[in-house]
T-cell receptor, first 113, second 112 residues
Framework: SQQGEEDPQALSIQEGENATMNCSYKTSINNLQWYRQNSGRGLVHLILIRSNEREKHSGRLRVTLDTSKKSSSLLITASRAADTASYFCATVSVTGTASKLTFGTGTRLQVTL | NAGVTQTPKFQVLKTGQSMTLQCAQDMNHNSMYWYRQDPGMGLRLIYYSASEGTTDKGEVPNGYNVSRLNKREFSLRLESAAPSQTSVYFC???????????FGNGTRLTVT
């Protein structure tokens, strides 16, 4: 079963615009991570936000986390054609000594010139 | 800086054939994972190894077996391939469970 659900499933914007992707999840988490996947490649980790954090920045990326609403958003500012990729959220839940990381179904972002 | 290396990159099998997907990491990570990725399904965990010497089932383990050969290597075996196992398989590793994953570039498997 998928823990995270991304919204929208697909997003098309022009270069220079901002892109916002949302992720909702169902159970308590330890942290939430965002990944990017270029076509035909493996996923690349972008940013991790812990359950006690509300916002985190990394370059043009801004991630927010609202644990009361069980949701997170990823904002890419001033998008570039090279940002075209699929973006996945992944939630980490910890039970005892075991950690479980579960991926959502992803958002496909298309950035056009 | 090889990171996570998967072999082969592509494979075509006939129903009932067996094969082993190989994965090796050179980052001294403790945890390793096998995922499959199907259209519209995201990534689903097949098996993982929290540390050398341990393996555990993930969300979709049926039809697969794994071996954590040593700290570097984690292989995935299909004993009798079925068309439902047609997918892209990704190996990943992390320092510990819950820390960011480093992925290989995948094995695209087709079972006819």
């Amino acid at each position: 079963s998928q823990q995270g659900e991304e919204d929208p499933q697909a997003l098309s914007i022009q270069e220079g615009e901002n892109a916002t992707m949302n992720c909702s999840y169902k159970t308590s988490i330890n942290n939430l991570q965002w990944y990017r996947q270029n076509s035909g490649r493996g996923l690349v980790h972008l940013i991790l936000i812990r359950s006690n954090e509300r916002e985190k920045h990394s370059g043009r990326l801004r991630v927010t986390l609202d644990t009361s609403k069980k949701s997170s958003s990823l904002l890419i500012t001033a998008s570039r054609a090279a940002d075209t990729a699929s973006y996945f959220c992944a939630t980490v839940s910890v039970t005892g000594t075991a950690s479980k990381l579960t991926f959502g179904t992803g958002t496909r972002l298309q950035v056009t010139l | 800086n090889a990171g996570v290396t998967q072999t082969p990159k592509f494979q075509v099998l006939k129903t009932g054939q067996s094969m082993t997907l190989q994965c090796a990491q050179d980052m001294n990570h403790n945890s390793m994972y096998w995922y499959r990725q199907d259209p519209g399904m995201g990534l689903r965990l097949i098996y993982y190894s929290a540390s050398e010497g341990t393996t555990d089932k993930g969300e979709v383990p049926n039809g697969y077996n794994v071996s954590r050969l040593n700290k570097r290597e984690f292989s995935l075996r299909l004993e009798s391939a079925a068309p439902s196992q047609t997918s892209v398989y990704f190996c990943a590793s992390s320092v510990t469970g819950g820390s960011p994953l480093h992925f290989g570039n995948g094995t695209r498997l087709t079972v006819t």
